[in-house]
């Protein structure tokens, strides 16, 4: 167990549905990562949080809502999603953002987007 | 941007042959180069790493080397096993920004 635990695993939702992502962490981290893992692709940053401050949105479209209430807890919320963004997320946290930090990653959840 | 490109997307190996895999990047202030093997169904996970103060650095049956000259870096795995078979991930960073990963490799070893 890394440390790192992400809700649910799996995912089904339709384009219309709200639905959101959690990410915790127990590891006294200070930065948290949202990643997206498609198929053939390499591991996409979404976004990163270093002490609950969004430093980083890799010009991700705006269905995708991210949420830091503290250093140990991310939520990505979705909205009106497309079939395409049908993926795993991947959330990570690191002790510092940056600075050769080692990711720590959760199982992911598995999003089917009807 | 850096970017961080993988070779081979795919890899079949026998079962006690050696595999290697190669990256390049683009940003010649990148100074940190993990690799993250991930297991079917399995979060990526540290496996080793090297910085570019070092020109090689093993731990048990795998090594990566860099070149910092040609800007590559490789992970060599000796002595494959089935427990090898995964996604292995490159990655690079200046250590003051956030990983860019390599597309990942796929190695198969057979028994």
């Known amino acids: 167990e890394t440390g790192v635990t992400q809700t649910p695993r799996h995912l089904v939702m339709g384009m219309t549905n709200k639905k959101s992502l959690k990410c915790e962490q127990h590891?006294?981290?200070?930065?948290m990562y949202w990643y997206k893992q498609s198929a053939k692709k390499p591991l996409e940053l979404m976004f990163v949080?270093?002490?609950?401050?969004?430093?980083e949105n890799n010009s991700v479209p705006s269905r995708f809502s991210p949420e830091c209430p503290n250093s140990s807890h991310l939520f990505l919320h979705l909205h009106t999603l497309q079939p395409e963004d049908s993926a795993l997320y991947l959330c990570?946290?690191?002790?510092?953002?940056?600075?050769?930090?080692?990711?720590?990653f959760g199982e992911g959840s598995r999003l089917t987007v009807l | 941007g850096e970017n961080v490109e993988q070779h081979p997307s795919t890899l079949s190996v026998q079962e006690g042959d050696s595999a290697v895999i190669k990256c390049t990047y683009s940003?010649?202030?990148?100074?940190?180069f993990p690799w993250y093997k991930q297991e079917l169904g399995k979060r990526p996970q540290l496996i080793i790493d090297?910085?570019?103060?070092?020109g090689e650095k093993k731990d048990q049956r795998i090594a990566v080397t860099l070149n910092k000259t040609a800007k590559h870096f490789s992970l060599h795995i000796t002595e494959t096993q089935p427990e090898d078979s995964a996604v292995y991930f490159c990655?690079?960073?200046?250590?003051?920004?956030?990983?860019?990963f390599g597309k990942g490799t796929m190695l198969l070893v057979s028994p």
């Open positions: 990570a946290s690191s002790l510092n953002r940056g600075l050769d930090g080692e990711l720590f």
């Open positions: 590891l006294g981290h200070n930065a």
């Open positions: 949080y270093n002490f609950k401050e969004q430093t």
């Open positions: 940003d010649s202030a990148s100074n940190y």
């Open positions: 090297i910085r570019s103060n070092v």
């Open positions: 990655a690079a960073s200046t250590g003051y920004s956030t990983l860019t």
